[in-house]
């Protein structure tokens, strides 16, 4: 092991690790899939991990909430993703949960919020509670909430998952939550004083929360596909959406309004999108990444200054390399999945999900007909919001803050490569400075120059 190696149970200090319920045992396991009879002669499986060091959300997956005491919620980012967990949470994960507050960088954004609330779940939020600009997070926080939901472009997540744990707040976050190095070690710092204090902070990685990825996860830990020695991870799509600026909008608002296109506010697509998929990996194999080495390119996107595509070749512990590839372009082929590849065989998504021996023989998959038959709610997105509140309720605390700012950082030294050509370090990143929020941010005007598209390396010099 390298020297700047570190175990998970001190790199992921601040995760729960739970116990699984029902776990199943070896000769279970070889025969729960299309694998053939077991002998009895195959060899014993020899867990990657004991369950005391698993990293799982939970020991089990319920439809919904346990009812209890009420609990007031607020939302800051009222956009698309954050309406709609919102939605989510009052009106499928759980009974008893009122909002109070609303905040958002525009009232137009707030009014449709609303109108969604009240067309779903019956629930209105009053003229008074509802906040905009730049401060609104302050406001929300403010506004006499027990919990707090932080969906605004992830440049800010930094900042305000601050705030919201120094006033108390259970936090719910989606993902990415940094998009820089100083934003991450900012959340990485504040997920230890909300460990102190006892709070419930999940984040959106909802594959955490996806049964088929939850039960995958123990069927790796007790060592059904060996020891981990690779990994590939995709997010191929078409183009996300984007807005052309309206003529009475300032550049700093149309960037804001347009900003799944501009790097200082989502970090890019291999932040904001493939975070996913590098997540999984990191949270399988439980490894800690060294560095990377990337490429990537822009010739089909109509805003802002990120990449089309990127392909990273990151360097974990041991040697171990996992290779990423993300794509947002139309007409192309589309990806999304993750691959891990152990000595004795590998665990896909992209088929299905299922485990496959060294002999080509399906050793294990997820029974989708029994978690249908099983479960009502089948939804990821719901089923953290569940157990957030579950959490919350039985006063039992879970923080994923840290282990998502990792992932989230592992995406960011993938981009960082790619726009510079350089090899990057896992240590380069806990050292550097870069901090993407502009100053003396506010409704203006700016000089668009410095929003260029990165190019990596020199050009040739010509002789002459």
Avoid at 124 to 142: H, L, R, S
Wanted: glycine letters at 8%; charged letters at 20%.
């Amino acid at each position: 092991m390298s020297k700047n190696s570190i175990n998970r149970r001190d790199f992921l200090s601040s995760a729960a690790a739970v116990g699984a319920a029902g776990t199943l045992g070896a000769g279970a396991l070889l025969t729960s899939c299309g694998g053939g009879v077991a002998t009895g002669k195959e060899p014993a499986l020899v867990p990657l991990r004991s369950e005391a060091e698993w990293v799982l959300p939970a020991s089990s997956l319920p439809d919904k909430a346990e009812d209890g005491a009420e609990l007031k919620v607020g939302l800051v980012g009222c956009g698309g993703q954050g309406t709609g967990d919102l939605v989510k949470l009052v009106s499928q994960a759980a009974n008893g949960v009122k909002v109070v507050a609303l905040g958002d960088m525009f009232m137009d954004r707030i009014d449709r919020c609303r109108q969604e609330l009240k067309k779903t779940a019956n629930q209105e939020v009053p003229d008074n509670m509802c906040f905009t600009g730049f401060d609104a997070y302050q406001k929300v926080i403010d506004a006499g909430v027990d919990m707090v939901m932080l969906v605004t472009p992830p440049v800010f997540r930094p900042l305000h998952f601050k705030a919201a744990v120094a006033a108390g707040k259970h936090v719910f976050m989606e993902k990415p939550i940094c998009v820089d190095p100083v934003g991450a070690r900012s959340i990485m710092a504040t997920a230890k004083q909300a460990t102190t204090q006892g709070l419930c902070v999940i984040t959106g990685t909802q594959r955490h929360h996806q049964r088929s990825y939850f039960e995958s996860y123990k069927q790796i830990q007790n060592g059904l596909i060996g020891d981990i020695v690779g990994g590939q991870v995709y997010w191929n799509q078409s183009m996300l959406w984007y807005r052309t600026k309206d003529k009475t909008w300032t550049d700093i608002e149309w960037m804001i309004r347009d900003w799944v296109n501009w790097t200082w506010l989502s970090g890019d697509h291999i932040v904001e999108q493939h975070v996913h998929n590098i997540d999984v990996f990191n949270w399988f194999s439980g490894l800690k990444p060294v560095k990377a080495t990337a490429f990537g390119a822009r010739q089909r996107r109509l805003t802002g200054d990120q990449y089309d595509m990127f392909s990273v070749d990151f360097t974990y512990e041991n040697g171990i390399h996992l290779h990423s590839m993300c794509r947002q372009i139309d007409g192309c082929a589309s990806n999304v999945s993750e691959f891990i590849r152990g000595t004795k065989g590998y665990w896909t998504t992209g088929d299905g999900c299922k485990i496959v021996d060294l002999k080509g023989n399906v050793v294990w998959s997820h029974d989708w007909e029994k978690e249908k038959t099983e479960y009502k709610q089948t939804d990821a997105y719901v089923l953290e919001l569940v157990n957030w509140v579950n959490r919350i309720r039985a006063k039992k605390p879970i923080n994923q803050a840290e282990e998502t700012a990792i992932a989230s950082l592992t995406a960011v030294m993938g981009r960082i490569s790619a726009y510079t050509g350089a090899e990057v370090t896992w240590d380069q990143m806990m050292a550097s400075d870069m901090n993407l929020l502009p100053e003396n941010l506010a409704l203006k005007n700016m000089d668009m120059t410095q929003y260029a598209v990165a190019v990596p390396g020199k050009a040739k010099e010509v002789k002459k």
